[in-house]
């Protein structure tokens, strides 16, 4: 658990604000899992600390959700549309 906190803390994944009487304050929870080998063997026990988006209230807490996932297919159009325009593409 230090190992998670420390890369949490060294990443500055986040910040402590005064808590605001209007918002809910959304609580963490730990997640702990054993890795192991092909043989069935416990080879290392990971920990994450996660937070419980579940007791999000929309429009309280947030205004919407996006998360971009580019599929394969999109990626080969964008580039061959940018090659045939000749667009330069980063």
Do not use: C
Not at 3 to 10: A, T
Not at 15 to 32: A, H, L, M, Y
């Amino acid at each position: 658990m230090n190992e998670e906190l420390d890369q949490i803390e060294k990443n500055d994944t986040w910040e402590t604000i005064p808590r605001s009487r209007d918002k809910n304050v959304i609580g963490t929870k730990w997640v702990f899992k054993n890795k192991m080998n092909g043989e069935g063997q416990v080879v290392r026990n990971k920990d994450h600390l996660v937070y419980k988006g579940y007791a999000q209230i929309e429009g309280v807490d947030f205004k919407e959700t996006f998360a971009p996932a580019a599929q394969l297919e999109a990626i080969r159009i964008f580039l061959a549309l940018s090659i045939h325009k000749n667009f330069k593409a980063y």
